[in-house]
Structures are given as structure tokens and as C-alpha cells.
């Protein structure tokens, strides 16, 4: 039998990327040339032998049900277990973590897996969870939170939990990255918690409403809590500026490494069957990622291309984000750009934002 | 079960011998081809997109790369409850067993498997072309003319007519003579491989020419003259689309370049080729690399330069390399300063730094092979139309 189950949190109330989430739910975010967010966790839960799957769904999750459909393209269409996408309650639910884990209790009483990994939908890692489950089980902790070592400048993490570790690594203090600054244990919004010792929780008497604040800062000295490191590429996508930081953070080459096979540990996807990259005559390409089926005629630096991008002769694109089927015209000057699906910029169009503010433009609009 | 109208047989056994190294290894429907693809993703990827969702392929030579590439069908949409593609290898049965002795005696040893299907047709296909054609098109003339065989049919260059089965037809398509590969051919209505068969006609004559000592059990040499000569409806079926025997060096390399200057349309969206997908990160061009009409694919990194290409999976140009007039497999790495023109170079290659191969000023008629798993030394020197051995077989 299986060690664990896996939860996902499709979306959480504070994670919100603009116009990127106006249409879909934050694990569906597109990233990296022609991947989705959840593509990530559902990997490292696959490669890592977890192959019962629950994905919790918040709202406007229709493009993420399109996306994983029965789970086969990450070996998670199982007869036993599998993947399964639990949609909210009617409208009673709210959009915390913990809401999300009162309205899928059915999957954890109806399985019997000892551990459960649970662990946002917009964790972008390559994380190895058995060698985590297998600190879990040594240290017989309750809760074990996966955290990475990052300096903190007082305001470059939020949302986010710093843990004091005692030599044992089990965790003596719980606070708020904003709070913290130098080099800190932070956070990753993934956990490991036994599947009874969760369950009680959730079903205890005490007024519980955030699994942060009422359970791992508010009861750290009750519980046994203990910290895993992973020291691997870690993202962690809560806004426009992160997305585009994170993305471009990709054209490192060993970052990309890192993220992209781990020990033999890729990352799946949706395969869309799109024709190879055409490289035409007259182009230009430096620095950047260009998915199958783009057409590239004209120059492209520093820059990522999802599926299907055309780029027109006598275009220029810096510094910029397309997604799946975009179109650039002729002679357009494109610079700081996230562009969403479908988006079309006819020719001589001129359009630039900033690494600190890049300009977002719509699924399916014409400029 | 509800009967199927028509099943696929797709021969896929061929050693394909003129392709030298790049099938010491793997069956020629299992070579690389067109960044992406094997030369079998086109017929499969037809068979699903002409609504044909049996599919039994003959395999017989080096059939382990093959196999496993087609697996459960699931990347062609051919992993089906009923139906779906399968996997025909020779097999040893009560009576004894042997090889495939020919294509006819191919799909005699797997009557078995018709049988089963109990289609009314039998479409017989060849897995070593590159084309995109719908079959039910051609099926449901079949079935207007009420045909026991109809032969699909292309046009080709005279003076290539004799490498090929070539027939005659009257103005209803009716054929009215068939000759394979005449060395004075009377017309260029060539044969594409394609057949489609009334079951019933089929296996009757399949029976009737394994008894046949003499016959050396091929459809072209044997049945469909066979059945000429008998008095069988016969009706060709004109196909005019991209369509490419890639059986030699020359061939397999023209037709890869065929994708740069827009001969064959791979981003049709009604009419994929599907192949099967590694998980890898979209293709990367560095600082200073330099990508000119040419297919790239995903795991890709080029940091030199490629003019005129087709790269597939995983393949690495390092700083200063020039990759021209070159098809490159999946997994292969082009050192530094290395010149690679006008070769053919197989997966999981290492050119070494500073390694020259092929001349810029060679052309179709010159391909340099370089075999699976080869290692080019650094600053070796390759002459152009040589070939180099790939890996060394485990004694």
C-alpha cells in the first residue's frame, strides 16, 4: 500500500495574479513555455510514488479540469486512487487552506494511507517527497514543514512562516516572514501530517481556522513539528511581479537544471502534439525559451514563448512573457510584456512595461 | 462487439538496409524523423485521424525500440477498449513458427488476428513513408466501386518510375495493368503501398499464394498481379498530397529538409502527427546562438549556430559549432567549434570539440552518417558521404 495521500490547494484567497487569474485558477497559471503551475506538485507527487491525489478546487477551475483531465499525463489515471478534483461546496466555502481541507474530509476518512502530503498548487520545485515522508516517519513528528534557507530583507517574502529550529530540527518558534530578516528557515507551503493526526484536528473541538496560525505558530509547543530542507529551486507565485521574476529566473541555465530533472525526475505535462519550433529565416533568438509550434521570423531576446507563439518579420520582443498561440505582427516593439492566451498585437504596435510592473495584457485581446 | 468496417495492417519489419548505420539498431519505421517524430508517427498518426482505431503492426527486425515507442498506442489515440493498435511479431504456434518470408506472408500469419476483427476491409500499409493522407476517403471509394482491391496512387517523375509498382487505368480508375518496379515502365501512376481489400478477396488469396512455392509472398510481386490477372475489381485511388519513400540516406535526408521550405505542413490542427512525448522543458537559445530555417524541439540548447536544420530532442550545439544542412537525433551533443554540413547524425552522439564532418559544399548525393552512440574524437576529421559506426555491440 501506498505511505501517503496528496493533497493540493488549487487556489488560496491571498494568491492573486491580476488579469493571469481573472480566467483561471492560480494552479492552472501557465509557466515556463508550456507548463501549467500544478504541473510541479503533481510531478513531484507522482515521481515520489504518491498516486492518490486529491486537488482542492476554489473557483473558476474549468481551465484546470481541461488541463489534467483524467491524470494520465502524469501516471495518475490509477484504478486505485489516482486523481481526483474535489469543486467547492456551493458558495459556504471559504478560500483558506484550511477551508479547503474541512470540505474534502470525505478523502481523507475514506483512505488509509498513514501520511498525507499536502502542498500548494503554485509550489514550482522538484521535490523528492519520499526522502521527506522518510524524515517524517524517523522523527515521529505530527506535522513536518518543508522549508528552505533564504535571506530575508524584511518585505521580499510574505505570507509566508519562518521556523526556529532546536538541533533535533524540530521547531521551537513559528513567525511571519515579514517579521524576519537575514538568513531564515522559510516556509513552503508543503507539509507532511499523519492522515489520523490531521483528521482529528479537523474534527476537534477547538476553533481552528487557519492551519498556520492556529496549528503550527499558535501550538508549537504541543505538537510535534519538525522542519525538512529541500535546498533545490523553489518558487513560490503570489503575484504579477513574482510571475514574471520567477519566469525569467528560467533563462539560468543551472536554475532551469535544477527545476527541470532532478535525478532523473521531470517534470509533466499536457501534451498538446504541436508541430517542432520553426526557426525562419531572418530571425533572431538570444536568451530564451521557445516552446513547439511557435513560428519565430523576427527577433526575440530574453524572453519566453508558450506553444504556438507566432512572431512576425521586422517584430522585436524583449523581456517578455507569451502564452500559448499569441501573435505579434509585423514591426511591433515588445518589451516587459506578459501577454495571456490568444492575445494578438497587430504590426507596429509599440507596448513596454517594467521588470518591476510588467504590462498585462488579456486572454484573447486585440491590440 | 459491433464489427469493424475496415482494420490496418502496417508493415513495419523492413531492415530498411539503405539506411546503413541509422538502422543497425532500430527498424526503419522507428527512426527519428523530423525533429519530433519517427517515420511510423505519419501512418499512425493517419490511421487516427482517418477513424481507423485497429491498427495490427508487422513487426520482425530489431523490433525492441519499436515496440516500446508504440506501447499502448495512447500517444496516437489508439489506446481503445475495443480495437486499438497491436503489436505482430512472428510467432511459434503449434505447427512450428518462422519469420515473415514477405509482406503477404506477413499479414498469412496473422489471419488469426483479421479473424478476430472480422472487418469487412483490410487496409495494408507500409510504416517506412512520409505523408499525411485520410484513408476513409479512400475507403469509401473502395466501397462505391464496390472494389476486392483498390491501390492508392501517386505521380511520379518518370525517370523514377522503375523504382516503384507501376500501373495503368481506364477513365473509372479501374486498373488494367500492374507491373512492379518495370525497368521500361509505361506509365508514372505509381503504387504508394496502400492497399485497401475486401477481406473475404484477401485471404483467399493470401491462402492460395502461400501454397504457391514459387511465389515469393509479396503483395507487389505476387498478389496484386495475381489478382489481376484473375479478373478482380481493381480501382486505383489518386492521391496528389506531400508523400516521400524515405528508404535511402538521400531520401530520409530531403525529406526532413522538405519541412524547412514548407513541402510538408506538420501545424495543421485538423490533422496532427501525434508522436510520443518526452517530458522535457522547451528548447533553449543562448547568448549568442544563432538559429536560422531551421525545426528545433523541446530539451534543446543551442549556443552555436544551426542554418538550415532539423534538431531533435536533447540535442546541444555548444559555443561556436555550426550545425548546416544537417539532421540531428535526439541526445546528441555538438562540441565547441565543431562543423557539422550536410550530415545525417544519429541519437546520442558526442562531435568533440574543434571535430569537422561533412563538407559545407557537399550536397544530397553526399551525406555524411554518423551511427547511434558514436563518439567523434575532438578535432577529428569526418570526410564528406563517409559513414562512422556507432556504439560497440555487447559480446
Known amino acids: ?367 | 462487439m459491433k464489427k469493424k468496417l475496415c482494420v490496418a495492417m502496417l508493415l513495419a519489419g523492413g531492415q530498411g538496409t539503405r539506411l546503413y548505420v541509422l538502422t543497425s539498431k532500430v527498424a526503419k519505421p522507428a527512426v527519428s524523423f523530423g525533429s519530433k517524430y519517427r517515420i511510423i508517427d505519419f501512418t499512425l498518426s493517419n490511421c487516427a485521424n482517418s477513424g481507423i482505431t485497429t491498427v495490427g503492426v508487422l513487426t520482425q527486425y530489431q523490433p525492441l525500440i519499436l515496440n516500446e515507442y508504440i506501447g499502448g498506442g495512447e500517444p496516437w489515440d489508439l489506446d481503445r477498449a475495443y480495437g486499438g493498435v497491436h503489436v505482430l511479431p512472428p510467432y511459434q504456434a503449434k505447427k512450428g513458427g518462422e519469420w515473415y518470408k514477405g509482406t503477404a506472408n506477413a499479414i498469412y500469419q496473422n489471419l488469426h488476428f483479421l479473424d478476430m476483427y472480422d472487418s469487412e476491409h483490410v487496409l495494408i500499409l507500409s510504416g517506412d513513408h512520409i505523408y499525411k493522407m485520410d484513408y476513409s476517403e479512400m475507403l469509401r471509394e473502395h466501397i462505391r466501386t464496390k472494389a476486392d482491391c483498390t491501390i492508392a496512387v501517386i505521380d511520379v517523375p518518370r525517370e523514377e518510375a522503375s523504382r516503384f509498382g507501376i500501373m495503368d487505368f481506364d477513365e473509372t480508375h479501374r486498373i488494367t495493368s500492374f507491373e512492379e518496379k518495370p525497368p521500361q515502365p509505361k506509365s508514372n501512376h505509381a503504387s504508394m503501398g496502400v492497399y485497401v481489400f475486401r477481406k473475404e478477396a484477401l485471404i483467399k488469396e493470401l491462402i492460395l499464394d502461400e501454397k504457391d512455392e514459387l511465389s515469393s509472398n509479396d503483395f507487389g510481386k505476387n498478389i496484386i498481379p495475381n489478382m489481376l490477372a484473375k479478373g478482380y475489381n481493381m480501382f486505383a485511388y489518386q492521391f496528389s498530397g506531400y508523400w516521400k519513400d524515405v528508404g535511402t540516406v538521400s531520401s530520409l535526408w530531403e525529406a526532413n529538409m522538405d519541412l524547412l521550405n514548407g513541402g510538408l505542413d506538420l501545424s495543421d490542427k485538423g490533422f496532427k502527427i501525434y508522436s510520443r512525448n518526452e517530458a522535457l522543458p522547451p528548447c533553449f537559445v543562448g547568448e549568442g546562438g544563432e538559429v536560422i530555417n531551421s525545426l528545433v524541439t523541446s530539451g534543446c540548447e543551442i549556443y552555436g549556430t544551426v542554418i538550415n536544420s532539423v534538431l531533435s530532442e536533447k540535442v546541444t550545439v555548444a559555443k561556436g559549432a555550426v550545425v548546416d544542412n544537417c539532421v540531428i537525433m535526439r541526445g546528441t551533443i555538438v562540441g565547441e567549434n565543431a562543423q557539422l554540413s550536410y550530415a545525417i547524425v544519429d541519437e546520442d552522439v558526442t562531435i568533440g570539440d574543434g571535430a569537422a564532418v561533412g563538407d559545407e559544399n557537399s550536397g544530397k548525393d553526399k551525406i555524411t552518417l554518423v551511427g547511434r552512440g558514436a563518439e567523434v574524437e575532438c578535432g577529428a576529421t569526418i570526410e564528406a558521404g563517409s559513414i562512422v559506426d556507432g556504439e560497440v555491440e555487447h559480446e
Open chain 1, 1 to 367: 500500500m501506498n505511505r501517503a495521500l496528496g493533497i493540493i490547494f488549487g487556489a488560496v484567497g491571498e494568491k492573486q495574479l491580476g488579469f493571469l487569474t481573472a480566467g483561471r485558477t492560480l494552479a492552472s497559471v501557465p509557466f515556463g513555455g508550456r507548463y501549467r503551475l500544478i504541473d510541479f506538485t503533481l510531478s513531484n507527487m507522482s515521481n515520489s510514488g504518491i498516486y492518490n491525489v486529491g486537488v482542492i478546487a476554489l473557483n473558476n477551475y474549468q481551465s484546470l479540469l481541461r488541463h489534467v483531465g483524467s491524470g494520465k499525463s502524469w501516471d495518475l489515471s490509477r484504478k486505485n486512487g489516482g486523481l481526483r478534483i474535489f469543486p467547492p461546496r456551493g458558495d459556504s466555502q471559504g478560500n483558506t487552506r484550511w477551508d479547503a481541507l474541512k470540505s474534502s474530509m470525505h478523502f481523507l476518512t475514506n483512505n488509509d494511507e498513514r501520511y498525507v502530503v499536502l502542498a500548494d498548487g503554485d509550489c514550482v520545485c522538484n521535490i523528492d517527497f519520499s526522502a521527506a515522508l522518510d524524515f517524517h516517519e524517523e522523527s515521529m513528528a505530527d506535522i513536518t514543514v518543508i522549508y528552505r534557507k533564504k535571506a530575508l530583507t524584511g518585505g521580499n517574502e510574505k505570507n509566508k512562516l519562518c521556523f526556529t529550529l532546536d538541533s533535533s530540527g524540530e521547531v521551537v518558534e513559528a513567525i511571519k516572514s515579514e517579521k524576519a530578516i537575514g538568513t531564515q528557515n522559510v516556509g513552503t507551503y508543503m507539509y507532511i501530517m499523519g492522515r489520523e493526526f490531521l483528521l482529528s484536528l479537523l474534527n476537534g473541538e477547538e476553533d481552528i481556522r487557519s492551519l498556520e496560525r492556529d496549528v503550527i505558530c499558535r501550538r508549537t509547543k504541543e505538537f510535534r513539528i519538525f522542519g525538512y530542507e529541500y535546498d533545490g529551486y523553489f518558487a513560490s507565485i503570489d503575484s504579477v511581479q513574482n510571475y514574471y521574476h520567477h519566469s525569467m529566473e528560467l533563462l539560468d541555465r543551472s536554475k532551469c537544471a535544477q527545476l527541470f530533472d532532478n535525478n532523473g525526475a521531470n517534470i509533466y505535462t499536457k501534451v498538446r502534439d504541436s508541430a517542432p519550433c520553426h526557426f525562419a529565416t531572418g530571425c533572431a533568438v538570444s536568451n530564451s525559451i521557445i516552446a513547439d509550434g511557435c513560428v519565430v521570423k523576427g527577433v526575440v531576446e530574453n524572453s519566453i514563448l508558450f506553444r504556438g507563439v507566432r512572431i512576425e518579420e521586422g517584430a522585436v520582443v524583449k523581456n517578455s512573457i507569451l502564452f500559448q498561440d499569441t501573435y505579434v505582427g509585423e514591426g511591433t516593439l515588445l518589451n516587459c510584456v506578459i501577454t495571456d492566451k490568444n492575445a494578438q498585437i497587430l504590426e507596429n504596435r509599440m507596448l513596454s512595461g517594467h521588470p518591476t510592473n510588467p504590462y498585462v495584457i488579456g486572454k484573447n485581446i486585440i491590440i
